[in-house]
């Protein structure tokens, strides 16, 4: 079921994927669809919570190194589910819904960001990037990124990408 509403997500919307469309899709009944969610919001959380969970590579303890890794999974995974379509009909159904932005905060972005700010303290820690760095900011400048730049056309699966962009960002980091 979880899989079937990625799926509608990034084909149909956020304002077209219903539950009847859900449990077509993944071939249940309805009730069983009801059965674990309340609503199409606490669906669509728990499908891109489903998201975040896959493909997270182990750090190997340089930051450079687990932000590339952490970097091109992000990206690799965006591209396969059509994130980029899902977190943009989440945006525009944000005045409707209420509370859905927050519902994708929490399900995946949050949590992504803490797997980057984890990478970057641990930076710190180990002397590779400068005390006092603004982990938060630091975050939203690798993360950020594949956000900017798939909004500006430009082409985020070419190879090196990901080093591109840690490495700008190392650059000012460091």
């Not at 970057?120 to 939203?140: H, K, M």
């Amino acid at each position: 079921m979880l899989d079937a509403t990625v799926r509608l997500l990034a084909t149909e919307g956020v304002a077209r994927t219903s539950m009847d469309k859900v449990a077509t899709a993944a071939g249940v009944s309805k009730v069983t669809v009801y059965t674990r969610w309340a609503g199409k919001n606490e669906l669509i959380g728990a499908a891109l919570a489903h998201l975040r969970l896959g493909r997270v590579p182990e750090p190997v303890g340089a930051v450079r190194d687990d932000l590339v890794a952490l970097l091109e999974a992000m990206r690799e995974q965006y591209v396969e589910v059509g994130a980029m379509s899902i977190l943009g009909t989440c945006l525009a159904d944000e005045p409707g819904s209420g509370e859905l932005l927050g519902i994708v905060r929490e399900a995946t972005l949050l949590p992504r960001r803490a797997l980057f700010a984890a990478v970057l303290a641990a930076g710190i820690e180990r002397g590779e990037l400068r005390a006092g760095l603004d982990v938060e900011a630091a975050t939203s400048l690798v993360v950020g990124t594949l956000y900017a730049d798939h909004l500006a056309g430009r082409d985020t699966t070419a190879p090196g990408w990901p080093g591109a962009v840690v490495d700008l960002a190392l650059s000012g980091l460091r």
